[in-house]
């Protein structure tokens, strides 16, 4: 029985960190502010730009006067910098392809801003497999709102979401839909608190999960 599956991108489908990363510390250092180490601003990935630049300023410890422009630099590296085809996490793109030549229909359903999104599916050449792509900017609220996660099943009545972090779990749950975890993204949470229908560490077994649900 095929299914629409909805992925997250950061952390899920792409180790991003490298290029957030980038994105965050030059623009800071633009702005002549403190800067901070990648290891921080991992922690701080998974509610958006908008959450992650406050409390990237919070932490180097300036007034959030600086929001708007730390957003605007902060666009302009994520948009500009090419995300390297290498930082899709090894096994992704072949699960992806699976599970397209089983029938399921595939869409996005990140926080990362939209634009940005768009770059890095396409840097990556992961664009293709997806039919809907729903950014952090889509809609009027982001995750964890269960708006986006509807907007990208489109009416579905089969699902599924696959996710690495504490807002995906909480997404699906309040959408009311299935959640399969990677364990090997941005989460703080131990697997075990973090309630899943499954989880996998390695993307080569996707399939014969998701085969096992459909
Ligand atoms: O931009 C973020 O905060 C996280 O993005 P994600 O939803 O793809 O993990
Ligand atoms: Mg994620």
């Known amino acids: 029985m095929s299914l629409t599956i909805a992925f997250d991108l950061d952390g899920t489908l792409i180790d991003s960190v490298p290029h957030i990363h980038h994105g965050v510390a030059s623009a800071l250092a633009e702005m002549s502010l403190p800067g901070i180490d990648r290891h921080t601003t991992q922690g701080?990935?998974?509610?958006?730009?908008?959450?992650?630049?406050?409390?990237?300023?919070?932490?180097?410890?300036?007034?959030?006067?600086?929001?708007?422009?730390?957003?605007r630099r902060t666009m302009h590296h994520y948009v500009n910098t090419p995300s390297d085809p290498d930082s899709v996490y090894p096994g992704a793109r072949e699960a992806l392809t699976a599970l397209q030549e089983a029938g399921h229909r595939l869409t996005l359903c990140t926080n990362k801003p939209?634009?940005?999104?768009?770059?890095?599916?396409?840097?990556?050449?992961?664009?293709?497999?997806?039919?809907?792509?729903?950014?952090?900017?889509?809609?009027?609220t982001r995750k964890p709102d269960p708006a986006m996660l509807?907007?990208?099943?489109?009416?579905?009545?089969?699902?599924?979401?696959?996710?690495?972090?504490?807002?995906?779990?909480?997404?699906?749950?309040?959408?009311?839909?299935?959640?399969?975890l990677f364990?090997?993204?941005?989460?703080?949470?131990?697997?075990?608190d973090l309630p899943h229908r499954a989880s996998f560490a390695d993307h080569a077994d996707l399939p014969a999960l998701v085969a096992d649900l459909a």
């Not at 990556?124 to 039919?131: I, K, M």
């Not at 696959?162 to 009311?176: F, K, L, M, P, R």
């Open 44 to 71: 701080f990935v998974g509610r958006g730009l908008p959450i992650l630049l406050e409390r990237v300023l919070d932490h180097v410890g300036v007034s959030q006067d600086h929001h708007a422009e730390l957003t």
């Open 114 to 140: 939209h634009e940005a999104t768009l770059s890095a599916l396409r840097d990556t050449g992961l664009a293709p497999f997806f039919e809907v792509v729903i950014g952090g900017d889509s809609l009027p």
């Open 150 to 180: 509807h907007a990208a099943l489109d009416g579905a009545s089969r699902a599924l979401y696959v996710g690495d972090s504490e807002t995906d779990v909480e997404t699906a749950q309040n959408a009311g839909v299935p959640f399969l």
């Open 183 to 192: 364990t090997e993204g941005y989460r703080k949470t131990p697997v075990g």
